[in-house]
């Protein structure tokens, strides 16, 4: 017998994060325990040990025969459960799925689909498994490529990104304190884009890519968005000044700032942002990526996601 036919395959195997978020894990777990025991899922678990542990964890609890994998974390956990499928070797993408109990800071992958923090309702959506096979994003630089399933951003968005490491201990308030921070501080930088066949120099605010619609804790950059249309979502916010942003702070969360006259969007199958003597930050599903020129591009209908 197989080492696949020793598994349930309607088994789970639950990656967990303990410091996601800012919260008590362990009385967190028991609770996911106890839960996890009332609706009877078959699962097995392991809990990361150090940065990027669950794209090894993904990796090996695939070989082994997992075909549904959990994630317990915030949205980066989520982003290296993800990397950790698309990385390996063994099965399809499409064959595997993933659910979500959402522990993080800002938790902005389940906003796109309607769902809230609650770690009861999640795992009665887990339980219920109505799916969704989305798109992927890829980026690729010189050094690596990397996936993502929720939104990529160049420039301020990125930089919120990395102020966020010094301000999380104010838990979804960071996000607006980031912000705030970047209206001040931020000096936007100018780039070489090559989008739909168009060669575009801007001197922007950001670049975002995106799947799905929130990020930055709440904030919506992109227009009209389709998870599973084989299109990246591309707004580009061009020399918005510190005014333009103080007055039209709401429409970062309302999702109308794609309306303003200084911003752009388009959607594409691919873009190429190279940046102009200077290295932006650049960030994926809130994780910092190595900044540089890049390449952006979708993976259709990649993986499948419980959702509501």
Same mark, same amino acid.
């Given at each position: ?60 609890? !695939? ?7 959990? %994630? ?5 956990? *989520? ?13 399809? $993408?499409?064959?595997? $799925? ?35 096979? +989305?798109? !992927?994003?890829? !980026? ?6 990397? &996936? &993502? ?6 420039? &301020?968005?990125? &930089? ?28 936007? %930088?100018?780039?070489?884009? *090559? ?9 922007? *605010? ?13 904030? +919506? ?60 930050? !650049? ?11 890049? +390449? ?13």
């Amino acid at each position: 017998m197989s080492t696949i036919d020793k598994i349930n395959t309607n088994s789970w195997f639950i990656i967990a994060n303990p410091a996601s978020g800012n919260k008590n894990f362990s009385k967190i777990w028991k609770k996911i325990e106890q839960l996890l025991k009332n609706k009877n899922l078959d699962y097995s678990f392991a809990f990361t040990q150090f940065s990027k542990h669950e794209i090894d964890l993904v990796q090996n609890a !695939i070989k082994k025969g997992y075909r549904n994998i959990i %994630s317990v974390g915030g949205d980066g956990t *989520l982003n290296n459960v993800v990397n950790g499928v698309m990385l390996q070797r063994y099965v399809k $993408t499409s064959n595997i $799925t993933i659910g979500v109990l959402p522990l993080g800071t800002g938790n902005d992958w389940i906003k796109t689909y309607k769902q809230t923090n609650s770690i009861e309702k999640a795992l009665e959506i887990i339980s219920k498994k109505t799916t969704i096979l +989305q798109d !992927i994003g890829v !980026i690729t630089t010189d050094k690596n490529t990397i &996936y &993502y399933n929720n939104v990529a951003g160049i420039g &301020y968005d990125g &930089y919120i990104v990395n102020k966020l490491k010094y301000l999380k201990k104010f838990g979804a308030l960071s996000y607006l304190l980031a912000g705030i921070y970047g209206l001040i501080f931020y000096k936007k %930088s100018a780039y070489k884009i *090559l989008i739909n066949n168009k060669e575009l120099k801007e001197k922007c *605010l950001m670049v975002v890519c995106g799947i799905c619609k929130y990020s930055g804790g709440g904030m +919506q950059f992109t227009k009209d968005v389709n998870t599973t249309d084989g299109l990246l979502d591309i707004t580009i916010a061009k020399n918005l000044n510190f005014l333009d942003l103080i007055i039209n702070l709401p429409k970062l969360y309302s999702g109308a700032i794609v309306n303003h006259k200084k911003v752009n969007t388009y959607k594409t199958l691919k873009i190429t942002v190279t940046p102009i003597n200077a290295k932006p930050f !650049i960030q994926a599903d809130g994780e910092l990526i190595t900044s540089g020129k890049l +390449q952006i591009s979708i993976i259709p209908k990649a993986i499948n996601f419980v959702i509501n």
